[in-house]
């Protein structure tokens, strides 16, 4: 990725999280006073799912691209510049992977309440 497509990855995605946080952060304020079935049946929502899934992407992305610049400006050894951005966007995936396998576990489990 050249450095100007990855700053305007790093701006887009920083626009998003500013769209993104706001409405989270208003679902879950308006969930505050909830029980835990209530949180479920809320959760198990496909548009708050969905709105929980791209706040998570988006801020997982935005956050491995911030360590890549922080890689590239401090880390002097080349091999280890190629090999840790690598680690990162393995890690991030996974940590994707495992962000969406428990909002579609609490998807199901919502609807069997």
Known sequence: MSYKSHWQAQRLTALLLALLYPCL?????????ACYG???????NPLFATLL????????????LGLQV???????NAALQKFIP????IIGI????????????IM???IQL
Request: net charge neutral.
């Open 25 to 33: 952060l208003m679902v879950l304020y308006s969930l505050r006073d």
């Open 38 to 44: 209530e949180m479920i049946h809320a959760f198990s």
């Open 94 to 105: 996974m940590a994707f992977v495992f962000t969406l396998f428990s909002i579609v576990r």
């Open 86 to 89: 690598q680690i990162l966007k």
């Open 53 to 64: 899934a791209m706040t998570i992407a988006v801020a997982l992305y935005h956050a491995v």
């Open 70 to 76: 922080i890689i590239e400006d401090y880390v002097k």
């Open 108 to 110: 199901i489990l919502g």
